[in-house]
């Protein structure tokens, strides 16, 4: 995008070119505040759900004022050439024009609630994703659930379902769950078609290094350095990029060599069930082959209801990793830091990478032991505690 704006800044102030993106993001406010950065003021749409079926991005389309494509993917800044070819053309209108599009009858859309007709489902889903939004979203994921049932075949109704999934995740409206969700059914429609550039980019953006083909926000921090230089408050973003969503391609595994002390090896810190921290763990992707690795992340959440809080002014959290004879860890022992105030009820999150062993029977099901060693404390006010939570991270081992 920054190539065509700059190479067509004086088409776009003359008014003889309109600049108009399409972006397949999942989260379209990173791509506002890249805009802002780059002094691109022009109106960008948002299709997170795929809806245009794109295999592969960047497409660039010369679209006349009648709303017809002329040209698809002309030389990327060749001005003097679209000028010829496209702007200083006169096209005739369409025969016929479909006119604005108009919001479908969602209630006449909905198959029966027996129907097996996944195609009718998606369709459903895909009108629920565009017109009934945020409030909606819990249905447009029983409907494009329901078309995965009923066609477990079709990639765009497993990538979409995925998309909806991590749009809940990233909502007030969260549930345990989510994301392991969206990641399941994004590597689900990957496998059946593996040609899909979308569908793989997904994948990549929370996935280990070894898979990355470029740091995906790492120039997040510096587009904001760089507003707030000229005068400008940077637009906000509703979620925060982090760990392999800044992390820069890596070309081999490194694993931890240096023996680590073990926090807590004889077990004597007394356990948190869950009651204090809940703790969910996602493994990107799910599936990996024999000598392949995968990303874990590892989600700690105070309990709310029970009024669960961080106690910040002891140690910071702490993560063990104890992996199986064979498989290699990025890190053994990682710790999290702090924020600033005595008490705080933030998600924390850290993220590592594992390797299997190339020599690994595939097939199967691991399951990783580690713990995480934490103080909290109970209620306002309330006792204070150091404690311990067992976990296991899984991944399936298997042949592509």
């Not at 009648?66 to 040209?71: A, F, L, N």
């Not at 409907?143 to 990639?155: K, L, N, T």
């Not at 029977?361 to 995480?372: D, E, K, L, T, V």
């Amino acid at each position: 995008m920054p190539g065509w704006h700059e190479a067509t800044k004086d088409l776009q102030n003359d008014g003889k070119l309109q600049m108009v993106g399409i972006i397949q993001e999942q989260h379209p406010d990173r791509a506002r505040l890249f805009m802002q950065w780059k002094r691109m003021g022009w109106p960008i749409l948002v299709d997170s759900y795929n809806l245009l079926e794109v295999p592969v991005v960047p497409i660039t389309l010369a679209v006349d004022e009648h709303g017809v494509i002329r040209q698809i993917n002309p030389p990327r800044g060749d001005v003097e050439r679209l000028e010829r070819t496209f702007l200083s053309q006169t096209f005739d209108p369409p025969a016929q024009s479909t006119g604005a599009p108009v919001a479908p009858d969602l209630i006449a859309l909905k198959p029966p609630a027996r129907s097996g007709d996944a195609a009718a489902w998606k369709q459903y889903g895909d009108a629920l994703a565009v017109w009934g939004g945020a409030p909606r979203r819990d249905d447009a994921i029983s409907a494009y659930g329901a078309a995965v049932r009923s066609d477990a075949e079709d990639a765009m109704a497993q990538f979409r379902l995925g998309v909806a999934f991590r749009m809940r995740y990233d909502s007030d409206a969260r549930r345990e769950g989510d994301f392991r969700a969206a990641v399941e059914r994004w590597t689900q429609a990957l496998d059946i078609n593996p040609n899909q550039y979308i569908f793989r980019r997904r994948i990549q953006q929370y996935g280990p290094r070894l898979d990355k083909p470029y740091p995906f926000y790492d120039w997040v921090n510096t587009a904001r350095a760089e507003l707030e230089a000229r005068g400008e408050v940077p637009s906000p973003l509703v979620v925060e990029p982090r760990g392999a969503e800044f992390a820069q391609p890596a070309r081999t595994f490194t694993a931890s060599s240096a023996p680590e002390d073990e926090p807590d090896p004889r077990g004597r810190v007394l356990r948190d069930e869950g009651q204090f921290i809940t703790v969910e763990i996602i493994a990107v992707p799910p599936v990996i082959e024999p000598g392949a690795t995968t990303r874990f992340h590892v989600v700690f959440r105070p309990v709310l209801q029970n009024l669960s809080h961080w106690n910040n002014e002891a140690e910071e959290l702490a993560f063990w990793i104890d992996p199986p004879r064979g498989w290699e860890v990025e890190q053994r022992y990682l710790t999290l830091a702090i924020p600033p105030e005595a008490v705080s009820q933030e998600t924390r999150t850290l993220e590592v990478e594992v390797r299997a062993p190339e020599s690994i029977r595939f097939g199967r099901n691991m399951s990783i032991p580690a713990y995480a060693l934490y103080y909290v404390c109970e209620d306002v006010n309330g006792v204070c505690m150091y404690r311990r939570q067992d976990v296991e991270l899984q991944v399936a081992v298997r042949r592509q």
